[in-house]
């Protein structure tokens, strides 16, 4: 009874207030200003927490439902957001949007106490490494209730949108890929490039740009300002969007001298747009998504993981008729999680009662388990698989007669490729149906000029159930490429079956560099300690010195030669770095090899010197496995990345001077040959 005496105080306290205000400008008296500062009750916290609300000025007497855009802070502000811009630029803007728009506006909360040094000066949202006390993901369903059922909103997922600057920006494309059925769009300024999510002691790096898959059919849009310090993390946030047919993205560069929100008002307009795009309530007919947390619910999909382990877990390509279940131990491209096991209880799809079959194809071995399942009365059906990849097929009434699926060609998030070469492709069709399809007929093309499909097509006179036939004798390409880093292309694959089903996969790679020179030098620390000169950076105007740093790593015997059963990290010498300061300083290597001898076995993820952004540089442990036959010759691609604070105080971005120094960054690849003692 409390509670609700409370909540009916809320409520007409601000009907009250609505009953009265003017949202025009900020030099109107407490009680008329455009928004209203409140609290409510949250059981992650335990306390109570604020937020700000924007409402129309015609809330008290319209009676009208409103759709609600949810927006996330930057480091060091605050709900009230002025930290940016003394309030004199988000604020109003946001209150000028919601005076002409039929549209609420909720600016959440980041505070974490313990975490900040005043009302401003801490870092919200508790996404570093240590963190995990509090869930905000768990917090912002929970505040959405309260606004839900609060206030007059649109409560369906079309009608609910995710908005935020920085570490903001972050938490709109995180927490709309995490809960992909509850949000239809975001948007983000200048968004934080990473951060660390999941529970307290299994946290993992999180880059959105890892895990666009997570929005296909919703809207995102990123807007970047082109005198941002951190524009080339944009970037690339920008171009893993934009090559992902299934968002519907958009993206703006505003002219603007530094980090902070611009073109709020046209962003909200793409939320306006967006609340008017039907399909974004439809559940998806195939969806994807990955998590960092070992509990969690999709689509009405319910996973738990069992073991020690963390891992990303990934349901990709899910459907009535089957999915592909992996995991990860790091994003992009870690190994599996060979060590836990996944649980998954289905939406309810399925005839209640019924049986069916499940056909469970390793991804690592090769093979197909068969199994049988029975749909509970709920028309769930319940099933777990280990950790280290597979795609499943499920049979029965209502699944319907399933396209061939392209099975994943690497181990990791993409194919690298040699240029020149004539590449036979490793490309494996998968029949998840419990009959036998014949007559499917696979073609290869692709749009890059880069690309030259040598060997185009092929007709699979038959594929078992839950068989997968391995293409590469029939399919081939040859590459070509320049200098420097992997160089982007595509390929799609076009598969009819059923005399006239079609369905076209894209098979994205990454062409080696032509010329890819030998390290300057290189030191292996298998269990050694070293002492390196590495560059230190000065500060936000530029300039750094080498400094020495000294490292113990790998394990083994420590005589700088990577041995069967030993791990080590790989050094190498750059002569120049990406900084004018940056000569002659060692860098240790992420290892891409290519060879059954050799796996990356941990991810190492260090800040990269006094950069603000949160990014991790990150490189690889490696072992040599006990079983590689001595005299074997392993073809490595070293890459080490440098970074650069980029001052140029007499260029103009819009109409000032650039305020902050870029933070730059770029890769080196080297070519090295690891021989098997």
């Known amino acids: 009874m409390e509670s609700l005496l409370r909540l009916a105080g809320v409520v007409l306290g601000i009907l009250t207030i609505v009953g009265n205000a003017s949202v025009s400008g900020e030099e109107k008296p407490a009680g008329q200003r455009p928004f209203f500062d409140l609290r409510h009750p949250s059981s992650v916290f335990s306390s109570d927490r604020d937020f700000r609300i924007f409402l129309p000025p015609d809330y008290a007497e319209s009676g ?76 912002f369903l929970e505040l959405v209730d309260y606004i839900d059922s609060t206030f007059r909103t649109k409560t369906d997922r079309r009608h609910r949108g995710t908005s935020g600057l920085s570490m903001g920006g972050f938490m709109s494309l995180y927490l709309s890929a995490r809960y992909p059925d509850r949000i239809g769009s975001a948007s983000a300024f200048n968004p934080g490039p990473e ?49 992902a047919g299934r968002v519907k993205f958009e993206y703006r560069r505003d002219e603007y001298h530094k980090h902070a929100a611009t073109s709020i008002g046209e962003t909200f307009a793409f939320h306006m747009r967006a609340f008017r795009d039907p399909t974004l309530n439809n559940v998806p007919w195939e969806w994807s998504y990955s998590s960092a947390y070992p509990r969690f619910e999709v689509w009405d999909y319910q996973v738990e993981t069992s073991g020690d382990e963390k891992a990303i877990v990934y349901l990709e390509d899910v459907v009535q008729g089957g999915l592909r279940v992996r995991t990860r131990r790091w994003a992009p491209d870690g190994p599996p999680a060979d060590g836990i096991s996944v649980k998954i209880s289905s939406a309810p799809l399925y005839r209640p009662g019924a049986e069916y079959g499940l056909l469970v194809y390793s991804l690592a071995g090769g093979g197909t388990v068969r199994r049988s399942v ?38 990791r998030e993409q194919l690298y490729v040699p240029p020149r070469e004539r590449v036979r492709l490793p490309i494996r069709v998968f029949n998840p149906r419990g009959e036998a399809m014949t007559d499917v007929t696979v073609t290869l093309t692709s749009e890059y000029p880069t690309v030259e499909v040598t060997e185009d097509a092929y007709r699979i006179e038959r594929i078992d159930p839950g068989v997968a036939v391995e293409l590469s004798e029939h399919l081939a390409a040859r590459f070509i490429s320049g200098g420097g880093y992997f160089a982007p292309a595509r390929l799609k694959l076009h598969m009819t079956f059923d005399g006239w089903h079609e369905r076209t996969e894209e098979i994205d790679l990454a062409i080696a560099p032509e010329i890819a020179p030998e390290p300057f030098d290189i030191q292996v620390l298998d269990g050694r ?107 490595l691609i070293l890459e080490n990345e440098s970074w650069s604070y980029h001052y140029t105080p007499d260029v103009r971005y819009g109409t000032e001077p650039l305020y902050q120094a870029f933070q730059l960054h770029t890769f080196h690849l080297h070519r090295h040959d690891l021989t098997v003692p």
């Not at 811009?85 to 106490?113: C, H, K, L, N, R």
């Open 374 to 411: 029975s749909a509970g009365q709920d028309g769930r059906i319940t099933f777990s698989v280990d950790g280290s990849g597979h795609q499943i097929g499920i049979v029965g009434p209502g699944t319907g007669a399933q396209a061939p699926v392209l099975l994943p060609m690497s181990g």
């Open 195 to 243: 951060f660390y999510v999941g529970e307290k002691g299994r946290r993992l790096l999180w880059r959105p740009k890892d895990h666009v898959s997570s929005h296909r059919d919703r809207w995102v849009r990123l807007v970047r300002a082109s005198g941002d310090y951190i524009s080339q993390y944009h970037e690339e946030t920008r171009l893993a969007y934009a090559r």
């Open 529 to 635: 300690t070293v002492t390196f000169d590495v560059f230190r950076q000065t500060g936000n105007q530029g300039g750094g010195a080498s400094v020495e740093r000294t490292v113990t790593e790998g394990r083994g015997d420590g005589d700088g030669i990577l041995e069967p059963g030993e791990e080590a990290t790989i050094w190498v010498k750059l002569e120049q770095g990406m900084d004018p300061f940056d000569k002659n300083n060692w860098y240790r290597c992420k290892v891409r090899p290519d060879s059954p001898w050799l796996v990356e076995v941990g991810d190492i993820q260090e800040q990269k010197q006094l950069e603000w952004t949160s990014a991790m540089s990150r490189t690889s442990l490696v072992r040599l496995s006990s079983e590689a036959p001595s005299g074997a010759r392993i073809p």
């Open 64 to 139: 009208k439902r409103y759709p609600v855009i949810y927006y996330f802070h930057g480091h060091s502000d605050r709900y009230t957001l002025e930290h940016y811009d003394d309030g004199t630029g988000t604020v109003p803007d946001i209150a000028s949007f919601v005076e002409q728009q039929d549209v609420i506006v909720v600016s959440v909360d980041g505070y974490v106490a313990e975490h900040y040094t005043g009302f401003y000066g801490g870092t919200p949202w508790d996404v570093r490494e240590p963190g995990g006390d509090y869930d905000f993901g768990e917090y």
